[in-house]
């Protein structure tokens, strides 16, 4: 899944990451772009040596070319993060837009909720955290199904995070 959960050296702070999946790593990328160049030419090898060739060139070249900006384009647009941090006395969330346009949420950890709402969000089964009187969403990137993990899982990181431990 495209998120992790870390603990602090104290254990005091739980700490959550989420980021976009990305299907297609950078150097499946590159692989792609030249597999793509490389199968483009396969016509052209018959029309070498003629001027059919010079008029068909620059429409293949500027085919691949689209394909890599629209790839390069899908990478900048998904160049996003969001991190949770939950600890006993605040839950405060970070999220870095494409850009690097920074937007902030922070709430005492008591008075902090997660909701999903099934229908009737942007996406199915999307989730939102309310307290300080603001609701924020959170991982609206991450699947449906990775939203529903999620949900159970925030659900008991703030739990925890307001029950006491037990004194030895």
């Not at 010079?54 to 394909?67: N, Q």
């Not at 920074?102 to 955290?129: F, I």
Request: glycine share 10%.
């Amino acid at each position: 899944m495209p998120y992790e959960w870390s603990q602090d050296s104290r254990g005091q702070r739980t700490r959550l990451k989420l980021w976009p999946h990305r299907s297609l790593p950078r150097r499946g990328f590159a692989a792609f772009i030249m597999g793509t160049f490389t199968l483009i030419t396969f016509p052209l090898y018959p029309l070498l040596g003629t001027f059919v060739l010079w008029g068909l060139l620059p429409f293949l070249l500027l085919s691949v070319g689209g394909i890599w900006w629209a790839l390069e384009r899908s990478y900048r647009d998904a160049d996003m993060t969001e991190e949770l941090v939950i600890g006993p006395e605040e839950v405060h969330l970070t999220r870095i837009n494409p850009g690097g346009k920074t937007q902030e949420w922070d709430c005492n950890s008591y008075w902090a909720k997660v909701d999903m709402h099934p229908t009737g969000g942007p996406v199915a089964h999307y989730l939102t955290m309310h307290g300080k009187g603001r609701m924020v969403e959170i991982g609206s990137f991450l699947s449906e199904d990775e939203r529903k993990v999620l949900y159970g899982e925030l659900v008991d990181a703030l739990r925890a995070a307001i029950t006491p431990e037990p004194a030895e």
